[in-house]
Every structure is written in structure tokens, then in C-alpha cells.
């Protein structure tokens, strides 16, 4: 539950225009979310919500893996070690192989569970292909009830 929730953190609060600090070289070139067309995006749980990344491929790679960490408090947290069943595999998001040079779109639909904490957290979201970073991108935002 905790990715659903910093995941969600990082695509609204970029999506919804407030600052995020690009870690990769700007391959993100739109970021949507369905029911939030302006800023502030608040999230309401129990309700699905539908995320859109549309990026440019800087690189060849037949796989792509995600890696997400929330900081909280100060303490960073490697969420793939903390969710059991956390999933690693890109590809199941956004479609591989993947070219240099392609338009990509990553697509997550997800419903904020009715039991989700509010939380505000600095989120480091990261799709990692055979090479280097996909994209890249940290922000701050919280989610309420």
C-alpha cells in the first residue's frame, strides 16, 4: 500500500504543477492524472485513479525495471524491500522492448485504499533500463483523506 501511495505522491505532484527536481536528464516530457486538472491534486481514496507518464527513451533496452523510495522523517526507505510483493518489472507499465528515441507511455490505473495513511514524503521514482535511468524525478507532496 505504501508504493500505491508514494507512487501516487510523485505523479500528482508533478502533474499537478508543483516543483519536482528532474534526476535524470528530462526524458518526462507530460504526466496526467484522471480527476485532477488542476493544482492542488488531492487524491481521494476508495476511488480509481489513473496515471499517465509520457517520456522520451534515451537509450535501447529490452528491460526496464522501477525503483521507488520515500523519504520520511529523513529516513530513506527502499520501498521494494519494505512492500511484500513489490514488482520490480517496468515492462508490465510501460511496454518493452524499448527504443532510443521512442514516445513511451507508462499507464497505472490504482485505487487509493480506504485505509491509506495520510503521509507527506519526499518520492524518488526511477524506470531503470539495461544502461542507465529511463527517467528520474523526486518530489515533496502529501496525501489526505
Not at 481514496?45 to 520520511?72: C, M, P, R
Not at 510483493?85 to 522492448?97: I, W
Request: glycine share 8%.
Amino acid at each position: 500500500m505504501l508504493k500505491i501511495v508514494c507512487l501516487a505522491l510523485f505523479v500528482v505532484a508533478v502533474s499537478a504543477g508543483i516543483p519536482y527536481k528532474d534526476c535524470g536528464h528530462s526524458e518526462v516530457t507530460s504526466l496526467e492524472v484522471s480527476g485532477c486538472p488542476s493544482a492542488p491534486c488531492i487524491l481521494h481514496k476508495g476511488k480509481e485513479t489513473t496515471f499517465t507518464i509520457k517520456y522520451t527513451a534515451n537509450q535501447d533496452s529490452a528491460k526496464a525495471e522501477w525503483s521507488l523510495h520515500a523519504i520520511v522523517g529523513g529516513v530513506d526507505m527502499d520501498l521494494s524491500t519494505l512492500i511484500p510483493g513489490f514488482d520490480k518489472d517496468g515492462c508490465k507499465d510501460t511496454p518493452c522492448p524499448i527504443k532510443k528515441g521512442e514516445s513511451k507511455t507508462f499507464t497505472y490505473k490504482v485505487v487509493i485504499p480506504a485505509a491509506a495513511p495520510d503521509v507527506e514524503a519526499d518520492v524518488k521514482a526511477r524506470l531503470i533500463g539495461e544502461k542507465s535511468d529511463l527517467f528520474c524525478g523526486t518530489v515533496h507532496g502529501s496525501i489526505k483523506a
